[in-house]
């Protein structure tokens, strides 16, 4: 991702880590051979006033105890394995830790699991403090403190403004198999709406289809990366409205590359950045320079003059590192800029950039 969200409010996520301690202690008083505290007796005082007439949960939770009841030893085992790692964000991110998923138990307590927190995540939508539901105060918290209003896993959608329909606010470990991190804020992320629903969509983070570990980065902690195009080729790439664009090679730089990979294959960001930005972007882009170059300096008389005015152009836009895309853009501008400068097409990198200049601009 190409940044961290800036803020968890740990004061408001206490629903899911409430409900956990309610199933802990029931499954040990089953186990015990008692039965379970009763709703709204087993929530903690201060909440009580809050929940007690939250009817749903108290009936789910009542749903899950025979399910638990009915698992043997290792069955329960496992299940509490499942507990303990999903509320362990962040620490099951990376590695040595691992994390149990509640796929394989029997259906009836992943069935009544599903239902709670599902249903839990929900009331995230209608309990309310000081008039506000708790899930708009965490967003609008996240919001606020974004410099740029842009989706982290893209860079390249906007968030909506607080107030406006709501993006999805997406599960970043799937409900379906991290069940018990299911209305944990700190599992809850806003992503724009292309991420959440055409790209993650429920992919495990976790795990490949294989079955295989893989790690990725904690939403509110990173690591982050920024976009290198560096490596690219200036003359290598398809053609794309008559137009050759480089042979795009894209790094992400600054943090593990496992963490990468991950972000990679859920999000595809380097397929979309690809097709969707730098291969409609490129020629207009060099279009706003050539367009530049020519109001400032008129038509250049030297061919080798155009490229030398590149790190004064990129200066004076005046883009940090979201803003319009800037991470690509001005990528796009130095790796120009560096084919010119050396290398064996250098020569030919600046009679190209030339003719913009002598021929592309009216
Ligand atoms: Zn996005």
Redesign the pocket.
């Known amino acids: 991702m190409l940044f961290a969200f800036p803020v968890f409010q740990d004061d408001k996520n206490w629903l899911n880590s409430t409900l956990v301690d309610v199933l802990r202690a029931g499954m040990h008083a089953i186990d015990e051979g008692e039965a379970p505290v009763v709703w709204p007796d087993c929530l903690p005082d201060h909440l009580r006033p809050i929940l007690r007439n939250r009817s749903g949960l108290r009936n789910r939770i009542a749903d899950f105890w025979p399910a638990y009841q009915a698992l043997d030893a290792d069955q329960k085992l496992r299940l509490r394995q499942a507990i303990d790692d999903q509320t362990n964000l962040p620490d099951i991110f990376g590695l040595p830790r691992n994390c149990e998923t509640i796929v394989g138990l029997p259906d009836p307590v992943v069935e009544a699991a599903g239902q709670l927190f599902d249903f839990a995540f929900k009331q995230l939508k209608t309990l309310k403090l000081d008039g506000e539901c708790i899930r708009d105060i965490q967003y609008k918290a996240i919001y606020d403190q974004l410099q740029e209003k842009i ?7 906007h968030f909506r403004a607080p107030g406006a329909p709501r993006h999805a606010l997406d599960h970043y470990l799937p409900a379906s198999r991290y069940t018990f991190a299911g209305s944990d804020f700190r599992n809850l992320v806003p ?2 709406h ?3 629903s055409d790209f993650k969509m429920d992919q495990d983070l976790l795990f490949r289809d294989d079955g295989t570990r893989r790690q990725c980065s904690d939403p509110y902690m990173g690591p982050v990366y920024t976009v290198s195009l560096q490596g690219s080729r200036l003359f290598e790439g398809e053609t794309v409205n008559r137009h050759r664009v480089p042979l795009w090679v894209i790094e992400f730089v600054g943090g593990p590359v496992a963490h990468a990979q991950t972000w990679d294959e859920v ?1 595809k960001v380097k397929e979309r950045f690809v097709r969707d930005i730098l291969n409609v972007c490129f020629i207009p882009w060099v279009e706003d320079f050539a367009r530049y170059y020519v109001q400032h300096f008129g038509k250049a008389d030297e061919v080798d003059e155009v490229y030398h005015s590149l790190p004064d152009y990129i200066a004076g836009l005046g883009l940090d590192h979201l803003r319009e895309r800037a991470f690509l853009k001005t990528e796009v501008l130095r790796l120009i800029y560096n084919s010119c400068n050396g290398g064996e097409n250098a020569e030919a990198a600046r009679i190209w950039l030339w003719e913009f200049v002598e021929y592309g601009v009216t």
């Open positions: 989706c982290p896993f893209c860079g390249l959608n992503c724009c292309e991420c959440n999000y």
